[in-house]
């Protein structure tokens, strides 16, 4: 089941894009503001309304880390803003002019796009807040923007209907027709494709536009093989143009928001309809789901966004793909209920979500705890739980004593998931190098000497190296 749990009534003109970060929803509209709500219990934030632009706000979208929020309007501006204070950090001007349709953040937070009705689209540098390139499509506006999740092309899509992809060069490597009468968004699945061809990773992108329908392309890009795009299938469900899609943090869901008013939840994995939600009296335009918890937001020209929370129940139904998508000890605890799902032990997941077991916690669940804490009083579903903690906690080690070196952290001792190149020379996992510098003295940890720069670089080749690795052992 889906509940709509709040109505946000705060615009005076329609609402043209809503984002999350970790703790809060960013809303912005034709009335030229962007206002800022605590998920905690949306009431608005004391900084909000932020105020600037001087015509419509199109888009608005958080930095990877929450900190920062880009937003961009009609008057030619995209504009960072602290979300810890709503103070204004740079106005960025397109060169051209043109109105700014649509902004994101690279996922690595250094690079921003932002795309104008006149075709242009610019790479500002993030950090800097200067131009870095700045390319254009052949025909018709940018509208739609979204980046490869492990960030090294990106997306557009225009009102002539052609999807382009582009590299952090801003070199056009393919651009095809994708929806005759234009595009109106597009987004990735952050979790890559079950089962990739080569030991690649594969990622979705959906599509959806002015002929009612919402495509799902697979897309890889490795620099040595080169880039591939594929057509995957159509999704139906709307009656007239669709205006928004976006995917759940987790891959499992895709929403979509149309002219016809409705909303309708996708199950990725089967292409099912999971629920079609009718609340909003006028064209939906927006939609997007948060990163961390259950929740849907969705924005229309009725002036309202609606926020919606799903049930353990929509999370079972949107069935989870064969492999674990990262170690069991890295978990979180919607990784924990989708586990219990697919073991058929969904009746568990409130007893488990309301004791916030995560995957660490999950591993170190005894018979005792089980009884006494979670208060499971089946002997049979006790014993039931175990053999499958046991069963994880077998390929835990098995998979521990095969991951080669180099993808271990020299700080933690464990797999990266986020590498990064110090200027050492030598690659850690992001958090903890950034802890080792806050904490310690700016000493390497591999060499105890100073280093001559603070400044971590990703290491975008060891990250994909690790995550081939790891699809190759879980189809093992």
């Known amino acids: 089941m889906v509940e709509l749990i709040h109505t946000l009534a705060d615009h005076n003109d329609d609402v043209n894009c809503c984002a999350f970060s970790s703790s809060l929803l960013a809303t912005c509209a034709l009335d030229k503001t962007i206002r800022l709500y605590f998920l905690s219990d949306f009431t608005e934030v004391p900084y909000s309304p932020?105020?600037?632009?001087?015509?419509?706000v199109h888009c608005c979208c958080f930095s990877p880390s929450g900190h920062i929020l880009a937003s961009c309007s009609t008057d030619g501006t995209t504009v960072l803003w602290d979300t810890q204070n709503g103070q204004i950090l740079a106005v960025m001007e397109q060169p051209s002019g043109?109105?700014?349709?649509?902004?994101?953040?690279?996922?690595?937070?250094?690079?921003?796009?932002?795309?104008?009705?006149?075709?242009?689209?610019?790479?500002?540098?993030?950090?800097?807040?200067?131009?870095?390139?700045?390319?254009?499509?052949?025909d018709g506006s940018l509208v739609a923007c979204a980046f490869f999740p492990p960030g090294n092309l990106f997306v557009t899509g225009s009102s002539c209907g052609d999807l382009t992809v582009w590299d952090d060069k801003m070199r056009c490597l393919h651009s095809e027709k994708a929806h005759d009468l234009g595009i109106t968004c597009c987004d990735f699945s952050s979790q890559p494709v079950p089962g990739g061809e080569r030991g690649l990773q594969?990622?979705?992108?959906?599509?959806?536009?002015?002929?009612?329908?919402?495509?799902i392309w697979v897309i890889s890009f490795i620099h040595i093989l080169g880039f591939e795009l594929k057509y995957k299938s159509t999704l139906t469900g709307h009656c007239a143009p669709v205006l928004a899609c976006a995917f759940s943090h987790d891959g499992?869901?895709?929403?979509?928001?149309?002219?016809?008013?409705?909303?309708?939840?996708?199950?990725?994995?089967?292409?099912?309809?999971?629920?079609?939600?009718?609340?909003?009296?006028?064209?939906?335009?927006?939609?997007?789901?948060?990163?961390?918890?259950?929740?849907?937001?969705?924005?229309?020209m009725d002036k309202t966004v609606n926020i919606?929370?799903?049930?353990?129940?929509?999370?079972?139904?949107?069935?989870?793909?064969?492999?674990?998508?990262?170690?069991?000890?890295?978990?979180?605890?919607?990784?924990?209920?989708?586990w219990l799902c697919a073991e058929g032990l969904e009746d568990l997941v409130d007893i488990f979500?309301?004791?916030?077991?995560?995957?660490?916690?999950?591993?170190?669940?005894?018979?005792?705890?089980?009884?006494?804490?979670?208060?499971?009083?089946?002997?049979?579903?006790?014993?039931?739980?175990?053999?499958?903690?046991?069963?994880?906690?077998?390929?835990?080690?098995?998979?521990?004593?095969?991951?080669?070196?180099?993808f271990i952290c020299p700080i933690t001792r464990e797999l990266m998931k986020d590498p990064i190149i110090a200027s050492d020379g030598y690659s850690y996992e992001k958090e903890a190098m950034e802890n080792w510098i806050s904490r310690k003295?700016?000493?390497?940890?591999?060499?105890?000497?100073?280093?001559?720069?603070?400044?971590?670089?990703p290491n975008r080749t060891l990250k994909m190296a690790i995550d081939r690795w790891l699809s190759e052992t879980h189809q093992k």
Not at 443 to 453: E, W
């Open 98 to 138: 043109s109105p700014v349709r649509v902004c994101r953040f690279s996922p690595d937070s250094t690079c921003l796009v932002s795309g104008a009705s006149d075709g242009t689209v610019v790479l500002w540098n993030a950090q800097s807040y200067k131009l870095h390139r700045c390319a254009s499509v052949k």
């Open 202 to 215: 594969f990622f979705q992108l959906a599509s959806c536009g002015q002929d009612c329908q919402i495509k």
């Open 308 to 338: 919606w929370q799903f049930d353990t129940e929509t999370l079972c139904q949107a069935k989870i793909p064969d492999q674990p998508k990262q170690f069991t000890e890295n978990w979180s605890e919607d990784d924990v209920s989708n």
């Open 441 to 457: 003295k700016r000493t390497s940890p591999m060499t105890n000497l100073v280093l001559s720069s603070v400044i971590l670089t």
């Open 50 to 56: 932020l105020k600037f632009h001087t015509y419509a």
């Open 353 to 406: 979500k309301m004791n916030n077991i995560d995957g660490r916690e999950l591993l170190n669940l005894t018979k005792e705890s089980l009884a006494d804490d979670l208060k499971i009083e089946s002997l049979g579903l006790r014993s039931k739980v175990l053999r499958k903690i046991e069963e994880l906690r077998t390929k835990v080690k098995t998979l521990s004593s095969e991951i080669p070196d180099e």
């Open 252 to 300: 499992q869901m895709l929403v979509s928001g149309s002219v016809d008013k409705s909303v309708i939840v996708y199950d990725t994995n089967t292409e099912n309809i999971l629920h079609t939600l009718t609340q909003h009296t006028r064209y939906v335009t927006t939609c997007a789901f948060a990163p961390n918890i259950l929740l849907l937001a969705t924005g229309s």
